[in-house]
């Protein structure tokens, strides 16, 4: 092939034109700059969550988030009508005093915002009519507008191991604080030397381009989830490839994250557990194997819930893109998504490689060679991100990584 720079030219562009539509910073110029007051505010923001469908024009500006005023009281907080009461999630009791959830709960503002009680992950038994019919409704990531039943259905009934309902088995970890670390790929890691300090976590999460050849002892090696969509997946492969991101993570004790953001979820996941090419949609032909090795099986696999995603922007990173053209594209990114998903089932949560405010004086990612600034891409809202990381660090529910 030709020139890396060539590649990553290619590479976005296809993007763009397939489905994703990524634009750069010079949309986010005009979003304003990151304010905790803006967080806040969206956090407490009561309204449901409403994802237009593309292609509407939108009342610009009629719904911006009201700044200044007593955030803090939070007494008009009412959840909205969109969330509806979660399925018990059967979490395992944890031990431990100082955890996330004792943290979040002794937050005024927090305590408002969590729901512990949100399932994480789906599995076989969430295949019912009921959720059938309400998730249907729901363009993905949020639910399952417009993909077939079929395929929705073959896929879930695979996932049918306990493996498939939680992320790990406390009874690994008998009478300890569950420590993990997710570790996002930013420029902040380079020359860190945190390798060990995220080793030394119980589980390590990482997400797309993580390289870690070359890179040990500022990122680590351990891997206990590799979360993605298989579109972030397939992306991190040909644009970091030149970085030495030739392979997705493997490991006898890897599990992987399924983040259902399209059919091709539905379709790769259902593929890799039978062990068959994809026999269908934009990855028709493409081999499972490839990615995750030979012979897995369903329990290597978990699948984030669709309610969970719907939760976790609404409550948590509920955008002002959700009211531009672009709002049916917006989500949280991979590694919001992996981080929040840490927060949900983990005691204690440290997270390393995220945005932070002085995120300027990084490269976008660790193993950039020559500096790079960050990519704003137009379906993320990354100032809203590092205002929640900010947030939940100076509550003491995580610890951020900063220097
Ligand atoms: C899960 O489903 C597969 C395929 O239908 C079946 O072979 C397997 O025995 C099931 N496993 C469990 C634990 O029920
Ligand atoms: C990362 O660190 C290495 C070693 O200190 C340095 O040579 C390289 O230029 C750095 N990369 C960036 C993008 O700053």
């Known amino acids: 092939m030709g020139s890396p720079h060539w590649k ?36 407490l ?5 409403v994802l237009a469908a593309s292609g509407t024009s939108h009342r610009a500006g009629s719904r911006r988030w009201a700044l200044g005023g007593n955030l803090d009281s939070g007494n008009s907080f009412k959840p909205s009508a969109e969330l509806e009461e979660p399925e018990p999630s059967g979490k395992q009791p944890s031990p431990c005093l100082h955890s996330v959830m004792a943290r979040a709960k002794a937050d005024p503002k927090f305590r408002e915002i969590f729901r512990f009680d949100t399932p994480v992950l789906m599995w076989d038994q969430h295949f019912t ?12 990531p949020y639910g399952w507008q417009g993909l077939s039943l079929a395929v929705v259905g073959s896929t879930l009934r695979l996932l049918n191991s306990s493996a498939n309902r939680h992320l790990w088995d406390r009874a690994a970890f008998p009478g300890r604080c569950v420590r993990c670390a997710v570790v996002g790929n930013g420029g902040i890691l380079n020359g860190s030397r945190q390798g060990r300090a995220i080793d030394s976590h119980d589980l390590v999460f990482r997400l797309n381009g993580a390289v870690i050849k070359g890179f040990e002892e500022d990122v680590g090696t351990k891997v206990s989830f590799y979360g993605f969509t298989v579109n972030t997946m397939k992306n991190s492969l040909i644009a970091y490839e030149e970085y030495g991101f030739t392979r997705i993570p493997q490991g006898k004790d890897l599990k992987y994250i399924f983040i259902p953001s399209d059919v091709r979820d539905y379709l790769m ?59 049916s594209l917006y989500m949280p990114s991979t590694g919001a998504l992996m981080l929040l998903t840490a927060l949900h089932t983990c005691d204690q949560v440290s997270a390393y490689g995220f945005i932070t405010a ?33 947030s939940l660090h100076r509550a003491g529910i995580i610890t951020l990584y900063q220097r």
């Open 45 to 49: 923001q009561p309204e449901p969550l």
């Open 8 to 43: 990553r030219l290619c590479l976005l562009l296809m993007a763009g034109l397939t489905s994703s539509l990524l634009l750069y910073s010079h949309y986010y110029a005009t979003m304003g700059a990151p304010s905790s007051q803006r967080i806040i505010a969206s956090l």
């Open 358 to 390: 002085n995120y300027e004086q990084f490269s976008d990612h660790y193993y950039e060679v020559e500096k790079k600034p960050l990519v704003f891409y137009a379906n993320h809202d990354m100032m809203l991100e590092a205002a929640l990381w900010s």
């Open 129 to 140: 009519l009921e959720t059938w019919n309400r998730l249907k409704a729901r363009h993905v």
């Open 269 to 327: 996941l259902r593929s890799a557990i039978q062990g068959t090419p994809v026999p269908e949609g934009s990855d028709k032909g493409d081999e499972p194997q490839k990615y995750f090795g030979p012979k897995v099986s369903a329990e290597k696999f978990k699948l984030l819930h669709p309610d969970f995603l719907q939760y976790l922007t609404a409550r948590f990173l509920r955008s002002d893109l959700l009211n531009t053209q672009y709002g």
